[in-house]
């Protein structure tokens, strides 16, 4: 028997395989050195120097931001709906945590846009990790792969 096309399956690898993606592309931008270094090369990971895997990334989060939605709105939407209905009666019966969650996401936001510690401290590692990779010898950082191109 022939089994029809299955939107749900479909969906749902194409989540994860985004999620996997995101994970990687936004791992990889966070300790990846400028596109050119101190020295004028362009490092490569994977084949990919760091503009093209800002692109990916890019791409990856649109493309994992419309299957979410199509996930929740579309192939879950009666589930989805009763959840959000459910929890949000419940969750105004027990305002501390939506509160608490609200005030937590403030706190990043702000934190992160007035450079407020840890977060600073998160970014800042990221640039120095970056920055050491970024030095004036022509040595590539274990696991770069095609690195030192000269553009």
């Given at each position: 028997m022939k089994q029809t096309f299955s939107w749900r399956i479909f969906i749902s690898f194409g989540l994860c395989l985004s999620f996997v993606i995101l994970l990687v592309s936004g791992v990889l931008l966070y300790i990846f050195p400028g596109s050119r270094g101190n020295s004028g090369f362009v490092w490569e990971m994977f084949g990919l120097t760091k503009p093209a895997w800002q692109n990916q990334h890019i791409i990856f989060g649109?493309?994992?931001?419309?299957?979410?939605?199509?996930?929740l709105l579309v192939i879950?939407?009666?589930?989805?709906?009763?959840y959000l209905k459910t929890k949000?009666?419940?969750g105004l019966n027990q305002p501390g945590e939506l509160l608490l969650?609200?005030?937590?996401?403030l706190f990043i936001g702000f934190g992160t846009y007035f450079k407020l510690q840890p977060f600073s401290g998160i970014l800042e590692l990221?640039?120095?990790i970056a920055k050491s990779f970024d030095g004036n010898n022509a040595q590539a950082p274990k696991g770069m792969q095609g690195a030192g191109r000269r553009e």
């Open positions: 649109f493309a994992f931001s419309i299957l979410g939605l199509f996930h879950n939407w009666k589930a989805f709906f009763s949000t009666t419940a969650i609200a005030l937590l996401c990221g640039k120095s």
